[in-house]
Nanobody, 122 residues
């Protein structure tokens, strides 16, 4: 069983940056594909970014060029660097893990964190 704990959310202004972290325990971190999803009020949870165990990355179109996902296998941690934040980035951000390849749908991830709130004011 893998436990995931996110941190780093907060309230920022448009154009600011935030760095989210997700630390894993209870599994072999380096073998997992890791991802970030987000869920805004009244909307479905949506894919943001994923990184495979070899470092392959994918992003949703709306964050390409602004967000960067990375991982530190020695620290069992995945990061999401978010630059040039926009009000539409406001959501609860969730970290997820699976033992398959990079995927972009929620049902392909078996393990989830509790989420961290990101609020971007105009």
């Amino acid at each position: 069983q893998v436990q995931l704990v996110e941190s780093g959310g907060g309230l920022v202004q448009a154009g600011d940056s935030l760095r989210l972290s997700c630390t894993a325990s209870g599994g072999t971190f380096r073998s997992y594909t890791m991802a970030w999803f987000r869920q805004a009020p009244g909307k479905e949870r949506e894919f943001v970014a994923t990184i495979g165990w070899l470092g392959f990355t994918r992003y949703t179109d709306s964050v390409k060029g602004r967000f960067t996902i990375s991982r530190d296998n020695a620290k069992n941690t995945v990061f999401l660097q978010m630059n040039s934040l926009k009000p539409e980035d406001t959501a609860v951000y969730y970290c997820a893990a699976n033992q398959g390849g990079p995927a972009q749908t929620t049902n392909e991830y078996a393990f989830w964190g509790q989420g961290t709130q990101v609020t971007v004011s105009a």
